[in-house]
């Protein structure tokens, strides 16, 4: 861990007024957090389109770097796990995003480049038929998808009910927050927040003494819908802030699915819009989820493993696993970029041929996102 990056990273989203884009820009022109520190007096030299008063308000970094001091000495008091934009245990995901956070805040074991995410969203008034689906697709995802990790927001409603089914059916589960990790709102979560960090765990962008403000749950949907493969929103009125992140999940290009409801029930409304208007595929089951993600082999792979013949299971290649193949077996273990770099593949589509050559028993995941060819 770079502590002295971090400690720049934490006072540049400070000198930026938590203007997350700004923060971002500087940060990915100049290439570091401490290389914006270090062009502080000059950084309409190095970088030309920024303002003036942008220019004048980065020349002063005493306060920041204070805070930032103060927040560094909560961190390790309280074991937590900062993630800096680029860093090997920052989610892949999010990363490719446009506006991803310059650094993460996270408590928890689950690992977040897993290699299925999705996130359960929806209104916060659920009703019984809200609850009845959660529980009856986590229950069914399980048997067809034994390793998956599931997002969710914390929040009253759907949120809570897709951490506590999840945690039931022990899958491993991820509360975004859209406050600091000093306190947790709505306090009557805390119990499932304190077994979340045993299964799963908790993730903000937000340093300490952040309050829970209604701008900062708008800004922490991108993260719900960044780090996941898929969004599934599951109840909704006709306005809610499930269909802002079906929405930003539509425009990160992730696979967005809903579940219809009764025409004129009030909190199916907007799931039956978004459907109507082909922003969400519609689901009534885990299995129409499985079949549209094209994760029906996950459980042939856990047979498989069990039984020993992972190589026996797709004993043939395509020409793009043979690529990757071939660039393990030149170059020895990788990590994904790397593989991305020299095989020419994209990142989106190379994680896809790199779970079919793990499900064929040809690679193998290891930690820090590097792949092993198995010989």
Request: glycine residues 8%.
């Amino acid at each position: 861990m770079n502590e002295q990056e971090i400690y720049y990273a934490i006072a540049l989203t400070r000198m930026t007024g938590f203007n997350f884009q700004i923060a971002l820009h500087l940060y990915q022109t100049l290439g570091s957090a401490q290389a914006v520190y270090e062009h502080r007096n000059n950084i309409r030299d190095a970088i030309p389109d920024s303002t003036e008063r942008l220019a004048v308000a980065m020349k002063d970094w005493s306060a920041a770097l204070a805070r930032a001091a103060q927040e560094m000495a909560f961190i390790q008091k309280n074991a937590i796990q900062p993630l800096l934009l680029g860093s090997e245990n920052y989610p892949r995901r999010l990363a490719e995003c446009p506006d991803a956070p310059i650094i993460l805040y996270y408590m928890g074991t689950a690992d977040l480049n897993q290699s299925r995410v999705i996130n359960i969203i929806g209104t916060r008034h659920c009703t019984v038929y809200g609850q009845d689906l959660i529980c009856r697709f986590i229950n069914d995802l399980r048997r067809f998808c034994p390793n998956v990790l599931v997002v969710s927001g914390l929040a009253y409603g759907i949120d809570i009910c897709a951490h506590r089914y999840a945690l039931q059916n022990g899958y491993e589960t991820i509360g975004v927050l859209a406050h600091g990790l000093d306190e947790l709102y709505p306090s009557h979560h805390r119990d499932t927040a304190a077994q979340m960090l045993r299964q799963g765990g908790l993730l903000t962008e937000y340093m300490s003494e952040t309050r829970p403000d209604k701008v900062n749950f708008v800004r922490r949907n991108r993260i719900v819908a960044g780090i996941c493969d898929a969004t599934i929103l599951v109840e909704s009125a006709a306005k809610g802030g499930g269909l802002i992140t079906t929405g930003i999940a539509m425009d990160y290009n992730r696979s967005v699915f809903a579940f219809p409801g009764s025409v004129g029930a009030p909190y199916s409304e907007g799931c039956n819009q978004l459907i109507r208007d082909n922003g969400a595929q519609l689901i009534t089951s885990a299995d129409d989820f499985v079949k549209a993600m094209g994760w029906q082999t996950d459980a042939k792979l856990r047979r498989a493993q069990a039984n020993g013949i992972e190589r026996m299971l797709f004993p043939d290649l395509s020409d793009d696993e043979q690529t990757i193949v071939k660039v393990l077996d030149g170059m020895g273990d990788l990590q994904l970029n790397q593989i991305s770099v020299k095989t020419n593949i994209p990142i989106g589509q190379l994680t896809a041929l790199l779970f079919q050559l793990e499900m064929k028993g040809v690679v193998r995941p290891l930690a820090g996102g590097t792949y092993h060819l198995l010989k």
